[in-house]
């Protein structure tokens, strides 16, 4: 292991190990001290995130988009102090931690047994709200999660995810494909965040005027198995409590190839997300590229 990723594990562990023993307030405090910072040294994610900030917000002036990015980074940094401190939460904060609308399509979802597909872009907490589905409603899901470098911070992602009641598949591999479509077929829950994929299988959606990726998964899922898909979109706002909104289900068309489904879906995704991106953007945890004009043709990637 490298000295750069020693010390990022030893970050993350740190967070882990003190933020959650600190009082809500202090805790609150010291995340928006840290996004302050962040947010001054103009770095390279703070940079990022104003310019896709550009995009969901067209003509904003530089100064709205300068408010913008620092609400963002605030908004990015409670993510991470509510996640530190999640393991060490009651079942009754968790449970009066997020407030849902139309949560009714993802419970009559499940009570049919046909199995559920939840969507999310990087909005808000979606850690939080998965721990609210596994502690309010007392349905176990299975999710997928990208390996980290190094190996250890994987490892505790995947153990603090477990922990909130998650089955975690590794994204590499080949076989959680195969292991999400067993869970659905079961009549199971599985959340997927689902707005940014870089890889070649990618499904291209206009997305605020242009164009990006995003994984076909959600939508291949869905046909193979009969399975509900849902978009979700969280949003904080200035209570302790997330909010957030199942939206209507993505339907499969009734005509067409696989793909041509698979692309009228993920548009579909992608649209749902962009109403709550749009609605509340300083929540939209986009550091990094995400439209492909914004790509490295070369490569790719950001």
């Known amino acids: 292991m490298s000295a750069q990723d020693r010390l990022t594990d030893a970050l993350y562990g740190l967070g882990w190990s003190t933020v959650k023993k600190l009082p809500e307030p202090v805790a609150v405090r010291l995340g928006q001290t840290i996004a302050d910072l962040a947010w001054k040294q103009r770095g390279k994610g703070v940079r990022r995130l104003e310019s896709n900030y550009a995009r969901v917000v067209p003509g904003a002036s530089p100064e709205r988009l300068a408010e913008l990015s620092r609400a963002g980074m605030r908004s990015y940094l409670r993510y991470w102090m509510e996640s530190f401190r999640l393991p060490a939460w009651s079942k009754e904060r968790i449970r009066d931690g997020f407030e849902p609308k139309d949560l009714h399509h993802l ?47 994987y490892d505790r992602f995947v153990a603090y995810r477990e922990g909130l009641g998650m089955e975690v598949l590794p994204h590499s591999g080949g076989t959680a494909f195969g292991t999400l479509a067993r869970r659905l077929r079961d009549g199971g829950l599985v959340c997927l965040v689902a707005d940014r994929d870089l890889s070649a299988s990618g499904v291209e959606v206009g ?11 959600p ?25 957030g ?26 649209d749902a997300f962009a109403t709550g991106i749009a609605d509340h953007p300083e929540d939209w945890h986009m550091l990094q590229r995400l439209w492909l004009a914004d790509l490295d043709p070369a490569k790719g990637t950001s």
Not at 121 to 131: E, F, I, K, R, S
Not at 207 to 217: I, Q, V
Not at 222 to 236: D, F, I, M, S
Request: glycine share 8%.
């Open 107 to 153: 419970t009559e979802g499940m009570a049919a047994g046909r199995g559920v597909i939840l969507a999310l872009p990087h909005l808000a907490n979606w850690d939080l709200a998965g721990a609210w589905v596994t502690t309010k409603l007392g349905i176990p899901f299975t999710t997928v999660a990208e390996r980290l470098k190094p190996e250890t911070l």
């Open 207 to 217: 997305f605020f005027g242009d164009t990006a990726r995003m994984p076909a998964g």
């Open 245 to 270: 909104r199942v939206h209507p289900p993505v339907e499969v068309p009734e005509s067409g190839t696989r793909a041509e489904k698979t692309s009228v879906m993920t548009q579909a995704l992608a």
């Open 219 to 243: 939508a291949l899922l869905a046909q193979q198995t009969g399975a509900l898909l849902l978009p979700v979109t969280l949003w904080y706002d200035d209570s302790p409590v997330m909010r």
